[in-house]
């Protein structure tokens, strides 16, 4: 059973920069890594990912703002975010997904507020 542990949410001010991570228990190479977020009364939504090559992807409303990175020798993968809006308010949670599995965090509270 893979296990992903996210940290670095908190409370920051409109403009202001968080960098979350997830430390998965196993090796992250050959999986897709995804950061999503959920908002009250919201639907989970992906936020951006990064594939075993390498190969980032990102929502809308995160290019420009948010970048995906990781470090495989330490199994971590990173969510630079940065300019962070209200809006941005969310539970955010890390997805591996490995040989057609999906494994998920716990997620960790971003909340965006003056």
């Known amino acids: 059973q893979v296990q992903l542990v996210e940290s670095g949410g908190g409370l920051v001010q409109p403009g202001g920069s968080l960098r979350l991570s997830c430390v998965a228990s196993?090796?992250?190479?050959?999986?897709?890594m995804g950061w999503y977020r959920q908002a009250p009364g919201k639907e989970r939504e992906l936020v951006a990912s990064?594939?075993?090559?390498?190969?980032?992807n990102y929502s809308e409303f995160a290019k420009g703002r948010f970048t995906i990175s990781r470090a495989t020798a330490k199994n971590t993968v990173y969510l630079q975010m940065n300019s962070l809006k209200v809006e941005d308010t969310a539970v955010y949670y890390c997805?591996?997904?490995?040989?057609?599995?999906?494994?998920w965090g716990q997620g960790t509270q971003v909340t965006v507020s003056t």
């Open positions: 997805k591996l997904t490995i040989t057609s599995r999906d494994y």
């Open positions: 990064i594939t075993g090559p390498g190969i980032t």
């Open positions: 196993e090796s992250i190479i050959i999986g897709t």
